[in-house]
């Protein structure tokens, strides 16, 4: 069974997308709707602009969930996924990939996702680091110990665990972590601490937005993020969609349990290939390859 996987933020690129939008008719329209519906010609950015630019969140997400869907509708009747999975952002992707959202729907709401984020971030400074080296739950009884907010955001795969919370958390966690044993405690380049308590305040926000979206049944099961289970049930979805916000990303146990399920081929639509290692790291023996 064919698995395909949306990456998300970090998969960005200056240049991504512009093979698409030379070589693919269907790719040229949809990114000049794109411009017409952000406002702006974020094209440009994505072909042209800098990686300053990229790293913005306004930016960033807009730009990976165009990559991954623009990249899906080229592959026509070759896109035959049995189930999907998107990795936080992701999830958008592959809701549009498989038809549960229209793509101007799913772009404004990951726009509104976007700027919520972002301006969460603003409002009280905040960071994510990669603890690599350790047990899951050697991280989570660290995390507890210490009294400031600090959480697990990103079960990426065993011996790598994404922390997320204040400045002051993530410092003193990265240097707790260290002495539990991490091979490595690496502060990310994001614009703060995504999933994680501190989304909170916008919370409600991006609620509204997916809550007015027309979410339709996926053409096949969508492994959600917040508990890495196969549904197909639009309000499921959009619940976890909204609780996705402050949740940590589950995808080693999506993986192990899309594998579980069948799953012996993972395809990775967008930009980069971490999902594809990520996988590899979960069962080494699926195969794995770019859409």
């Known amino acids: 069974m064919k698995a395909y996987i949306f990456p998300g933020q970090g998969a960005q690129f200056v240049g991504m997308g512009k093979d698409l939008y030379d070589k693919h008719g269907v790719a040229k329209v949809m990114f000049e709707e794109a411009n017409d519906i952000l406002g702006f010609r974020i094209t440009d950015l994505m072909f042209h602009g800098t990686d300053e630019h990229l790293r913005q969140t306004r930016i960033t997400q807009p730009a990976i969930f165009l990559h991954s869907v623009i990249l899906a509708a080229t592959l026509g009747p070759d896109f035959q996924p049995n189930m999907v ?54 991280v989570e009884d660290v995390l507890k110990s210490i009294d400031e907010i ?27 972590l260290k002495e ?24 409600m926000e991006l609620a509204e937005a997916i809550n007015r ?64 290692g990520l996988v590899k790291k979960v069962d080494a023996s699926v195969e794995v390859g770019s859409a």
């Not at 549009?96 to 729907?105: G, N, P, Q, R, W």
């Not at 726009?111 to 050697?138: F, H, T, V, W, Y």
């Not at 044993?181 to 614009?191: D, E, H, N, S, T």
């Open 150 to 176: 600090v959480v697990p955001a990103n079960y990426n795969s065993p011996g790598q665990l994404v922390i997320s919370g204040s400045m002051k958390g993530i410092e003193i966690a990265c240097e707790k």
């Open 85 to 138: 999975a998107g990795h936080s952002l992701g999830e958008f992707s592959a809701l549009v990939a498989t038809k549960a959202l229209i793509f101007s729907e799913g772009l404004k709401l990951v726009s509104a996702r976007a700027m919520a984020m972002q301006k969460a971030c603003e409002a009280n400074p905040s960071a994510m680091a990669a603890i690599i080296g350790l047990d899951d739950n050697i």
């Open 213 to 276: 979206a027309v979410i339709n049944t996926p053409i096949c099961p969508i492994y959600q993020n917040v508990n890495a289970k196969p549904t197909t049930d639009p309000v499921v979805i959009r619940q976890n969609l909204i609780a996705q916000l402050t949740s940590p990303v589950r995808w080693t146990q999506t993986m192990i349990n899309m594998i579980a399920n069948g799953a012996t081929t993972f395809v990775e639509v967008g930009p980069g290939t971490v999902l594809q």
């Open 180 to 203: 539990a044993g991490a091979k490595r405690a690496l502060p990310l380049q994001v614009g703060g601490a995504f999933h994680s308590p501190l989304m909170e305040p916008v919370k």
